[in-house]
Nanobody, 122 residues
Framework: QVQLVESGGGLVQAGGSLRLSCAAS????????MGWFRQASGKEREFVAG???????YYADFVKGRFNISRDNAKNTVALQMNSLKPEDTSVYYC????????????????WGQGTQVTVSA
């Protein structure tokens, strides 16, 4: 069993930055692909960014140039640096471990954190 814990969410003004972190409190990332997803109220969960043990990163078009994902395999942590935040980035952000290699499909991730709220005010 793998337990993922996110941290770093909060309230920020448009144009500001936040850094989200995800750590494995139990188990490890192993060689699996790690992804960040988000889900806004009333919307489906969507892929934001992901990174493999040695490959990637991959980004959704709507965050390219603004977000940066990084991974520390030794520490079993993955971070999402979010810059130039917009009100439409307001969501609950989730860290997840995939079943294998890169995919933006949430159904291909089998371990999820509890989520952290990011709110961007106009």
């Amino acid at each position: 069993q793998v337990q993922l814990v996110e941290s770093g969410g909060g309230l920020v003004q448009a144009g500001g930055s936040l850094r989200l972190s995800c750590a494995a409190s139990r188990g490890s990332f192993g060689f699996y692909f790690m992804g960040w997803f988000r889900q806004a109220s009333g919307k489906e969960r969507e892929f934001v960014a992901g990174i493999g043990w040695s490959g990637g990163p991959y980004y959704a078009d709507f965050v390219k140039g603004r977000f940066n994902i990084s991974r520390d395999n030794a520490k079993n942590t993955v971070a999402l640096q979010m810059n130039s935040l917009k009100p439409e980035d307001t969501s609950v952000y989730y860290c997840a471990r995939g079943r294998g290699s890169y995919t933006p499909l949430s159904t291909e991730y089998n371990y999820w954190g509890q989520g952290t709220q990011v709110t961007v005010s106009a």
